[in-house]
DNA sequence: TTGAAAGCGCTACCAT
DNA sequence: ATGGTAGCGCTTTCAA
């Protein structure tokens, strides 16, 4: 039949570099230096070769290609939670930044912390040339790693001991600037809705935010747990006011999502208008944040600065193994929106 | 020094199954038996192979085993803008779902279609065993892909010639639904705030829409453009506004995010109160569609479903090249919301 | 069950 | 500039 299609056939032989040189009368040496970048090869050779090439339908095979040069050119990219609308926006930037670069991305998702030992090994099997992660990696997962010689770039967590690169929003700084405004605004009655409980980054923002109140002479601080969904949230709150008695002048939720959780949950079920009667603050900025029925006051993570600065270390360290890791801190935009009542 | 970390020394030699081979004092072919599923090996041989592993901490490499077995596992997955909120859910129960499967996912995004040429030849050049698109491709990509001896799985994209499978929900029906109900309701000016013209997703859910209000006997529709974004639905409403020279009594957006942005443009810069002035109903069914704020009136998809279906159906395909291309389209869940007077 | 040997498709070194 | 050749690390016959 002349008109059928390739899946009803058998899978067939792979066209590979030698088909190309005897369809060129050239060495099969000759396609692959025609095929790499900075190689020797006269005009006429050039010629002959692509010309034969895209006769036979040749495309050069990656794969054979990483197994003689020790380089995959594809990067694990480790993420935990996509729950948090704030990742997908990193992931879409990560992958294009890559691309310019040559590189693929191999895509690694956790739904719990604790399956991060197999993928970790399906990433060292897969001698990819770097990872980067945005879930958190212990001590020995770290020397695992470096045990095997793959430069990593911690996205959102604060290195351990030096053994990775590190590139992370400067939260406690955050957290500190809403704290501050929050209170010169003489707001007093302060509750706090936390992310979940295994993540560095919801741990850390939490406990910023109550040191700085601390600092501020506010000790007692109504502490809820979430999980940075939605309706973690929109139940935080009211947990809140029962833990209360009444709600709080403000409400510090370690994520945009459960921020505007909480300020349906009050303006839906307590009748409370936000800003008038309660201040809600968020933070990461992601794009729900903005809508107008919420505006959220927030602290915005510069995410594209950040993938490209995970990026351009990651690849730096890929180059030159010998380079001894670096962190890199960056600040948050501060947004004043009209979720919350500031001097400002 | 005894702890220096590995960053700082020299990229070692790879530890291979020779290495194991060594130390256990087998040969490497009993090693590569014992790493195979179902191969045959003594208990003893297990033994003393995965104890010499360990003592020298051997990995199987995936690279070569892909060589040799020409099977990648790997699949392709292609995402075209994941500005549309309703990518990342999809990136991620479909990664979910392949890692089930011992399958990798090597992630490509497109700014643009047009850079779809090139991605192609690139999951090419990496041997994937199957490509998922959520991208549109014409015939000649098709073909390539086919040629290639490829399964492709397109979601949410009709099939071309049936020369791919594909995994869809039904958007024909679901705007019908969404029609029906507002004229039922009484609704009678109505405009259309569209999606990216490049869209074929959005590009059927706006013709779906105008035909069958013209079947019920709605002739004159305001059709304004949108891009999938807020910010468009935001400017959206006013530029209906404008045409129609006062407001609809229905707006359909062709998604939930510019329905969205709809709603907060009509509050905020029209005074309309919705649903009680303006109905306003939306696509997909996203996180956002379902904060109180905008409850919205939409369709949503099954994704789960339609991951499993669509991971399935590959799978199949490339254990069985041989089958022939299969469609199965999803009905969407009719979700009443509260953003549109309806009926029921 | 085990071992020897032949590749998978490519790059890189070495001659020419 | 070009061609021959030796692997990269693995799976898979084929004998033993």
Redesign the interface.
């Known amino acids: 039949m002349d008109k059928e ?8 032989r ?1 066209t590979t570099s030698y088909d190309v040189a005897r369809v060129a009368g050239v060495s099969q040496s000759a396609v692959s230096r025609v095929f790499k970048a900075g190689a020797s090869a006269s005009a006429e050779m050039r010629q002959r070769v692509q010309a034969a090439a895209k006769k036979v ?1 040749y ?6 290609r ?2 003689i040069t ?1 380089r ?1 050119n ?1 990067v694990a ?1 480790v993420i935990s939670r ?1 729950t948090n ?1 704030y ?3 990193l ?2 930037q990560l ?2 930044e890559f ?1 310019h670069h040559g590189i ?6 956790l ?1 719990h912390e604790s399956e991060i030992d197999s993928v970790l ?2 990433m ?4 990819v040339d770097g990872i980067v992660t945005a879930a958190m990696l212990n001590r020995e997962q770290l020397a695992l790693i ?4 793959i ?1 990593v770039a911690l996205y959102n967590r604060r290195s351990r001991d030096g ?1 990775a690169s590190a590139v992370r929003c400067d939260q406690e700084e955050g957290e500190r600037w809403l704290v501050t405004q929050l209170v010169e605004a003489a707001h007093r009655r302060f509750a706090i809705i936390s992310g979940p409980e295994d993540s560095t980054v919801s741990v850390e923002r939490t406990s910023s935010a109550v040191q700085k109140l601390a600092e501020l002479g506010i000790q007692e601080v109504t502490v809820v747990g979430g999980d940075y969904s ?1 309706q973690s949230g ?1 139940l935080g709150f009211p947990a809140i006011v029962k833990q209360l008695g009444g709600p709080p002048d403000a409400v510090i939720a370690a994520n945009d999502v459960m921020a ?2 909480c ?3 009050a ?2 079920e307590f009748n409370l208008p936000v800003p008038e009667a309660l201040s809600v603050v968020g933070f990461d900025g992601v ?2 944040a ?5 505006n959220l006051t927030t602290v915005q993570q510069p995410v594209e600065r950040m993938t490209q600065a995970t990026v351009a270390m990651l690849l730096e ?1 890929i180059k030159d ?5 670096e962190e890199r801190i960056f600040a948050g935009a501060k947004v004043a929106g009209g979720s919350a009542r500031l001097l400002i």
């Open positions: 299609t390739n899946h009803q056939k058998r899978r067939q792979r339908g495309r050069p095979n990656a794969i054979a990483g197994l020790q995959s594809m990219v996509m609308l990742y997908p926006e992931l879409m992958t294009r691309s693929r991305v191999l895509l690694f998702t739904e090994e399906q060292l099997q897969y001698q470096d045990e095997a010689g430069p053994l939605y929109r505007i959780g300020i349906d949950a303006r839906q794009g729900p903005r809508y107008a029925a919420y360290r193994p010998q380079l001894p890791p």
